[in-house]
């Protein structure tokens, strides 16, 4: 007899599971379903086969055994028997990930800068690159030794960047913005899972419109893919990251036009501000900067990521920071 069919526990899954035409009514050994799934990934090109076979496994187990294996536990359990429901659900989220779907996406949590943060289809997962932008301001925090810092972060999706930069500033409070509601939800979450939520603020703001109070560093990965790229982009980003998180306009500065004038009245005289900018950008978004600073308060310089591409542009009021603006530029 087949087993029950399993539903997703997961917010957006995908509801009833079909039963996998190759699966087993049979118990089967970990070992053995761990190679079946990863020559399925490798046979549709995917980079990472091994990873993802143990992440989906690891979930599937969790997901209907109620127990979660570390890495350690899921080799030393490689002759484990996994029952025919277990199967299922393994073969439900692999069909899943063969389909296109990141591998965050299924599990509905992603690694950002050492911590967890619950992600759903209304945030960007977001991306290795933009921990250059967590680099940039602890450096800054550290350098001009500013004990208790106020941050404001626009557009925080997950809250990934003011949440992380809370975390690492133990003294540090914040303010994030976004214009979806469902997006501070999963921020409001991701708060209180990391006991954060006594430090981190949200409020749903068209960038920083609305808002009076002046902080110590303002944050932004603002939406800066150009419109008209966003087709060509991959089915795993273009299929599955919200467009109000990608789409820059047409020239992919739409948002940073639009946040750049708000951010002279938010700013504290000590100010530091902190943006994420996409491949090749760095040079016309500093333009941009110099263009709304009339009174040419700023000093402007750009961070590379691990690809070594300018991936942040930071702008510090150069009059209160010319002495020693090298210091505090140098992750
Ligand atoms: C590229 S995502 C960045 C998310 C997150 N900060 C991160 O780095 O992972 C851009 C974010 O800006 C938000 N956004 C887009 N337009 C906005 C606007 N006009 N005002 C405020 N937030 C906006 C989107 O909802 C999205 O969460």
Redesign the pocket.
């Known amino acids: 007899m087949k087993e029950a069919v399993v539903k997703p526990k997961e917010a957006g899954g995908e509801g009833t599971e079909a039963a996998p035409s190759d699966s087993q009514d049979f118990p089967r050994p970990l070992q053995q379903l761990h190679g079946e799934v990863v020559r399925k990934l490798r046979a549709v090109g995917n980079p990472t086969p091994e990873l993802d076979a143990r992440l989906l496994i690891t979930r599937a187990i969790a997901d209907v055994e109620g127990h979660t294996l570390s890495h350690a536990a899921y080799i030393l359990a490689a002759d484990r028997l996994i029952a025919p429901n277990t199967q299922h659900r393994i073969a439900a989220l692999l069909a899943r990930r063969v389909a296109g779907e990141p591998v965050a996406r299924i599990l509905g949590s992603r690694e950002?800068y050492g911590r967890d943060f619950e992600i759903s289809g209304a945030?960007?997962d977001?991306?290795p690159e933009?921990e250059t932008l967590i680099e940039c301001v602890l450096h800054y925090v550290r350098a001009a030794e500013i004990e208790a810092p106020r941050i404001l972060?626009?557009?925080?999706?997950?809250?990934?960047?003011l949440l992380t930069l809370l975390a690492e500033l133990p003294q540090a409070t914040g303010l994030g913005?976004?214009?979806?509601e469902q997006?501070l939800a999963v921020a409001q979450k991701n708060a209180r899972r990391l006991g954060l939520d006594g430090r981190a603020t949200f409020q749903i703001?068209?960038?920083a419109s609305g808002i009076e109070e002046r902080f110590d560093v303002i944050v932004?990965?603002?939406?800066?893919i150009p419109s008209g790229v966003i087709d060509s982009l991959t089915p795993e980003v273009r299929n599955h990251d919200?467009w109000?998180?990608?789409d820059g306009g047409s020239d992919g500065l739409a948002?940073y036009r639009?946040?750049l004038p708000q951010l002279g009245r938010c700013l504290k005289a000590t100010g530091m501000i902190a943006l994420?900018v996409g491949a090749g950008q760095a040079h016309d978004v500093a333009a941009l900067i110099k263009a709304f600073d009339r009174e040419q308060q700023f000093k402007i310089s750009f961070h590379q990521d691990l690809a070594q591409i300018e991936r942040c542009v930071v702008a510090l009021k150069c009059d209160v920071f010319s002495h020693h603006f090298d210091i505090l530029m140098k992750p």
């Open positions: 950002f945030v960007l977001p991306r933009t972060d626009l557009g925080t999706g997950s809250g990934a960047i913005t976004d214009i979806s997006a703001a068209n960038w932004s990965n603002p939406p800066y919200p109000l998180a990608l948002a639009q946040l994420e």
